[in-house]
């Protein structure tokens, strides 16, 4: 990748694939499991029940990522050092201070969240503030102020959306089997027909819940790359971020409260001392950090 | 006949998105130049109560004190080009006064002075984040303005490029004096 205006596009790009892929496959499957039903209604039903879901949980996002993480609340006069640095980076991305907080966590580590600039959140662990210099705590605010930014909360939603509804038909379609609910309406279609789309709606039944989670991690890993790229055009430093992601390379401090459902909005997953398996690979909610610290060293070469 | 009438609407429609999509991203960018002021009168605001706090400990060390006094009712007075070298003879009026401060021991003690320091250094980087947020608005503007096919109607639609902060002068480039 030539310069970071390129990184950060081509991470927008194959994000909005990403999104494109995830919503032909939802559209697919809908159409897929309808035709086996015999009935559209239901894929409509999870159509709304996940919106409403997800926009539930977009809106009491912050509350909730908070409270797991036991964060606490600071202002200006608690530690001015961080206020200023957030201060200065929000007026450089020209984005309202977020309120700032910080967990009582060793691990170096961060994360923003809030469902829009006007009601962000960014949190800091003790463990970075003790064990990050002033370049590399820089270096990671602006990753997560450019977050809020680039409103990956609202991104993210919008892919757990889709994800939902893949998951609730899939659900939906193998509890009818169980209930009869089929049996009867086959006959109304034309059999051969029907028989294929029943057969492959089982199929992905089982396959597709797999084929959405990957979708998923997919698409935030390329936004924790492209929080990264914008992060060090807000501070036109790379080797801030690079040292700081070095540091966190060789930290093995566990995170106590790490949770599967809180694990994407960190800067680096919370989950440490994993190794890097294929599968692991195809699983990870972030880019591996050599792969992160390289691409940000080409860059900045 | 039509399809005459269907092209026309679509070009006006255009026009009009190229139109509004220049106005904002020009509203953007001269929004930005206004916040750099903001950042500016914090600065000069500081200044007064740090020369009492100085001149407490280093009544003597006059010329400093007075070159800060000078060069921040200039920089105050400054418009248009001349700013950005007032500001530039501001800040090295200032640096000026910080390092002859080192000489007094009980002057960098004072717990006022300290914060004073603090503050202003902290107002140069907020004047710095104002600037490249400025630049990142005024890089926008210039590639929405010069790309193609909005870069056939800009100009008579009254749309001109805008120049980066920090386009330097010869002169500018030159170390700052501070000379009266």
Same mark, same amino acid.
């Given at each position: 990748m030539a310069n970071l205006y390129q990184y950060q596009e081509s991470n927008i790009h194959r994000t909005w694939i990403l999104f494109v892929v995830f919503f032909l496959v939802v559209g697919g499957l809908g159409y897929i499991f309808s035709q086996a039903y015999g009935d559209p209604s239901f894929f409509v039903f999870a159509m709304l029940f996940c919106i409403i879901y997800s926009f539930i949980s977009y809106y009491s996002s912050a509350a909730i990522a908070l409270t797991l993480a036991r964060a606490v609340p600071i202002e200006k006069k608690d530690n001015p050092q961080l206020y200023n640095i957030v201060e200065n980076l929000a007026i450089t991305a020209g984005l309202p201070m977020p309120a700032l907080y910080i967990t $009582?966590? &060793? %691990?170096?580590n961060a994360f923003a969240t809030g469902r829009d600039k006007n009601h962000a959140t960014v949190a800091v662990t003790a463990g970075a503030l003790q064990r990050l210099n002033k370049d590399e705590l820089q270096g990671v605010l602006a990753h997560e102020l450019s977050h809020i930014g680039n409103r990956d909360i609202l991104v993210s939603t919008v892919a757990a959306i889709l994800a939902g509804i893949i998951s609730l038909l899939a659900d939906i379609f193998l509890r009818s089997l169980f209930f009869g609910g089929i049996g009867g309406r086959r #006959? !109304? !279609? !034309?059999s051969e027909a029907g028989e294929i789309f029943f057969i492959a709606a089982i199929v992905l039944s089982i396959l597709a819940p797999i084929g959405t989670m990957l979708i998923q991690l997919a698409i935030s890993r390329r936004r924790e790359a492209l929080a990264d790229a914008s992060g060090v055009l807000l501070t036109r430093y790379p080797q801030g971020l690079i040292s700081a992601l070095q540091k966190i390379a060789v930290d093995n401090v566990p995170m106590k409260s790490a949770k599967d459902s809180t694990a994407? &909005?960190?800067?680096?997953? $919370?989950?440490? #001392? %994993?190794g890097v398996s294929w599968w692991h690979r195809m699983f990870m909610?972030? $880019? $591996?950090i050599a792969e992160r610290i390289k691409a940000l060293q080409q860059i900045s070469a | 006949m039509t399809w005459l009438i269907l092209v026309i609407i679509v070009i006006a429609l255009w026009l009009v998105l190229v139109y509004n999509g220049l106005v904002r991203n020009r509203n953007r960018a001269q929004e930005a130049f206004s916040d750099i002021d903001v950042q500016l009168k914090r600065r000069y605001d500081l200044i007064p109560n740090l020369v009492e706090t100085v001149k407490g400990y280093a009544a003597h060390e006059k010329t400093v004190l007075e070159d800060v006094t000078k060069a921040r009712s200039q920089a105050m007075q400054a418009t248009g080009p001349a700013k950005p070298g007032a500001e530039n003879m501001l800040s090295g009026a200032l640096k000026s006064l910080f390092a002859v401060a080192e000489n007094y021991p009980q002057l960098k003690a004072n717990e006022n002075f300290a914060k004073l320091q603090d503050e202003l250094t902290d107002t140069e980087d907020k004047i710095q984040a104002a600037r490249r947020f400025y630049n990142g608005q005024v890089r926008d503007f210039n590639i929405s303005l010069q790309t193609f096919p909005t870069n056939l109607m800009a100009n008579s639609l009254g749309f001109t490029k805008m120049d980066f902060f920090g386009d330097l002068t010869d002169a500018e480039k030159q170390p700052v004096q501070v000379k009266f």
């Open positions: $009582p966590e &060793m %691990q170096i #006959g !109304n !279609n !034309n994407h &909005m960190w800067l680096d997953t $919370p989950f440490k #001392g %994993q909610t972030h $880019p $591996p | -």
